[in-house]
């Protein structure tokens, strides 16, 4: 029976792993913080109620960051 000789490994057939100093931009970050605060938070868990103040505040920041990355891909100056 004929078989190919040089099999890949199943080893070579994954994606290469990404390196551990490897950062999320700031506004994936910033969303990350908010997404973590909402599922851990009770008020924030709350149906009934409202996000807390840290919530809001992530919340803010990451809409800051959001705005001014549209502005900068817009061309406006920051």
């Not at 099999?7 to 908010?34: C, K, N």
Request: charge should be negative; include cysteine; proline fraction near 9%.
């Amino acid at each position: 029976m004929d078989e190919p000789t040089n099999q890949p490994s199943p080893a070579d057939s994954r994606p290469p792993l990404v390196a551990a100093h490897t950062r999320l931009s700031p506004i994936q970050e910033a969303w990350g913080a908010y997404a973590r605060h909402q599922l851990h938070c009770r008020q924030c868990a709350d149906v009934d109620g409202g996000p807390c103040l840290i919530a809001s505040q992530l919340r803010q920041v990451w809409e800051g960051l959001t705005r001014e990355a549209f502005r900068r891909l817009a061309g406006e100056s920051v």
